[in-house]
């Protein structure tokens, strides 16, 4: 039994050379290009899906923020299918990284914040102090604004963090639970296992969903910015 509660949030490494960059390339491999003309049911569902995503998070987009539909959809698919496979077991979940989602996010922030600035330079510096302020209250407007500002892609970055880590852990602990328990109450443990079965599918809905969290706040600061 692993007694290190944070050991499977360890990069794996071979020979000293960690295999972070293999892992996050895995999934990728999953999406095989379909090969005849004719679209059978799997290929269907997923261009059915692919056009609920789009149409969910682009109907509310400008021209030029419809240009990142393919960004946001690889986005989305990317981050379901890496915690999908930290599921699996003896998997690494690269999402539980936080370095890796500071990654993720700061860039594509960063990425609306100046296409704000320069497409809409005047709504982006307004947001920076609302109409009708005191004069008083404007240099803390101000301040708390940019700081506000700044918050945004940390957010981002520690909601997919702890979301996907505090799953794991709990897993990990009822996991733990129900082999100690086996030894002592057979009954016991039998619950513990039932508990953790219905934890697991929790988890398969949450994995797709702070896909969907991380995906759609992207796409509400580029809105804002577009």
Same mark, same amino acid.
């Given at each position: 039994?692993?007694?290190?509660?944070?050991?499977?949030?360890?990069?794996?490494? /071979?020979?000293?050379?960690?295999?972070?960059?293999?892992?996050?390339?895995?999934?990728?491999?999953?999406?095989?290009?379909?090969?005849?003309?004719?679209?059978?049911?799997?290929?269907?569902?997923?261009?059915?899906?692919?056009?609920?995503?789009?149409?969910?998070?682009?109907?509310?987009?400008?021209?030029?923020?419809?240009?990142?539909?393919?960004?946001?959809?690889?986005?989305?698919?990317?981050?379901?299918?890496?915690?999908?496979?930290?599921?699996?077991?003896?998997?690494?979940?690269?999402?539980?990284?936080?370095? /890796?989602?500071?990654?993720? +996010?700061?860039?594509?922030? /960063?990425?609306?914040?100046?296409?704000?600035?320069?497409?809409?330079?005047?709504?982006?510096? +307004?947001?920076?102090?609302?109409?009708?302020?005191?004069?008083?209250?404007?240099?803390?407007?101000?301040?708390?604004?940019?700081?506000?500002?700044?918050?945004?892609?940390?957010?981002? +970055?520690?909601?997919?963090? +702890? @979301?996907?880590?505090?799953?794991?852990?709990?897993?990990?602990?009822?996991?733990?639970?129900?082999?100690?328990?086996?030894?002592?109450?057979?009954?016991?443990?039998?619950?513990?296992?039932?508990?953790?079965?219905?934890?697991?599918?929790?988890?398969?809905?949450?994995?797709?969903?702070?896909?969907?969290?991380?995906?759609?706040?992207?796409?509400?600061?580029?809105? @804002? @910015?577009?």
């Amino acid at each position: 039994m692993n007694q290190n509660l944070f050991a499977s949030f360890n990069v794996p490494m /071979m020979l000293g050379i960690p295999l972070i960059t293999l892992i996050i390339m895995f999934p990728t491999l999953l999406i095989t290009p379909p090969n005849k003309l004719t679209s059978n049911r799997l290929s269907s569902l997923q261009q059915l899906l692919v056009q609920l995503l789009l149409k969910q998070m682009m109907m509310v987009h400008s021209i030029k923020g419809r240009t990142w539909s393919l960004l946001l959809l690889t986005l989305i698919i990317f981050i379901a299918l890496t915690n999908l496979l930290g599921l699996t077991p003896y998997a690494f979940t690269p999402t539980t990284q936080l370095s /890796m989602n500071m990654g993720m +996010a700061i860039p594509l922030w /960063m990425a609306t914040v100046l296409m704000g600035l320069r497409y809409k330079t005047k709504e982006s510096l +307004a947001h920076f102090l609302p109409q009708g302020t005191p004069a008083p209250l404007i240099p803390m407007l101000i301040i708390i604004e940019t700081i506000s500002l700044f918050i945004q892609p940390i957010a981002l +970055a520690v909601r997919l963090t +702890a @979301n996907i880590t505090a799953g794991h852990l709990l897993m990990h602990l009822l996991g733990d639970t129900a082999l100690t328990l086996s030894s002592i109450y057979l009954s016991s443990s039998v619950i513990t296992v039932i508990v953790i079965i219905l934890l697991v599918t929790l988890e398969l809905g949450v994995a797709l969903i702070q896909a969907y969290v991380f995906t759609l706040l992207v796409s509400l600061y580029l809105h @804002n @910015n577009s």
